[in-house]
């Protein structure tokens, strides 16, 4: 075989394997949504409507904490907060379900929690009057999965996974429903003594999660809270004494917080990582 032969059939197999179509970079398929982003948000929007309802069976949650004769219960537009509460909550269980959103794994907890939360306010409308058996445990429970949710959420924005203002909604249900546990608490016909040291507990772990996650919105929102059971209620000097003090104590760390925030310069944006 001759050089130039060589050369040409060299030159025709090196043209043939240009001819092939070149085959795309293969992508990663999107990330599914969790069913529990979807079912947070049908639990909200049933817990909104429920609450909404001009004829329920026992009346609002105001009404039935005012019916056991507890001395912690606040007053009336503290009560309309919940609704604000909702709202809030109805507007992060659809900033979840966003595209952006998809891969932000704290959403798929915290979702489980807005299901939970939203299930165990309807049953606090809906139990049997019987304070020591259903509400006491209902509530406690309820207090307990928004603890839960608000230390994901907040841990998330430490990091800044998500934005900070989306620790807003969980910082104001964990506010309403500490004081809702406690005035049923309060309900069930324990020494004041007790009911003073719950108040104590509850102010005292505000104050901690505020300055350990160096937000204001949860001991602003309980010291708005304890200042209206103050308002409300006169009967008990040495409850309504310890709730003035909690409140002063929560609304002073909320004050500085919040100064300390607009003093210190704004963190640097973190560099995107290479994909």
Not at 19 to 36: D, E, G, I, N
Not at 89 to 118: M, N
Not at 154 to 170: E, K, T
Request: aromatic share 6%; with cysteine; charged share 10%.
């Amino acid at each position: 075989m001759t050089v130039a032969a060589s050369a040409t059939m060299g030159f025709r197999h090196r043209d043939s394997d240009q001819r092939w179509p070149v085959k795309p970079a293969h992508r990663a398929a999107p990330k599914p949504v969790s069913p529990w982003r979807w079912f947070a948000l049908l639990a909200v929007v049933v817990a909104f409507a429920h609450d909404r309802l001009p004829a329920r069976l026992d009346g609002s949650l105001e009404a039935r904490l005012l019916r056991t004769g507890s001395t912690l219960v606040p007053v009336h537009s503290t009560f309309v907060a919940w609704r604000l509460i909702l709202l809030l909550l109805l507007g992060y269980a659809v900033f979840q379900l966003a595209k952006g959103q998809r891969t932000v794994a704290v959403h798929d907890l915290v979702s489980k929690h807005v299901v939970v939360a939203s299930l165990l306010a309807s049953l606090l409308l809906v139990s049997p009057p019987s304070i020591g058996t259903t509400m006491v445990p209902l509530a406690t429970a309820l207090a307990i999965i928004a603890a839960s949710a608000y230390v994901r959420v907040q841990s998330a924005v430490v990091v800044r996974r998500v934005p900070s203002w989306l620790g807003v909604p969980f910082a104001l249900l964990l506010g309403f429903t500490m004081i809702v546990a406690l005035a049923a608490i309060a309900a069930a016909g324990l020494p004041t003594s007790i009911i003073i040291v719950v108040a104590s507990a509850v102010c005292i772990a505000t104050i901690w999660s505020g300055l350990h996650f160096g937000e204001p919105a949860l001991p602003g929102f309980v010291a708005w809270i304890f200042t209206s059971i103050c308002a409300e209620n006169r009967s008990e000097v040495g409850v309504v004494s310890a709730a003035l003090l909690g409140g002063g104590a929560c609304a002073a760390v909320a004050i500085l917080i919040a100064a300390t925030r607009l003093a210190s310069p704004k963190p640097l944006p973190r560099p995107h990582r290479a994909r």
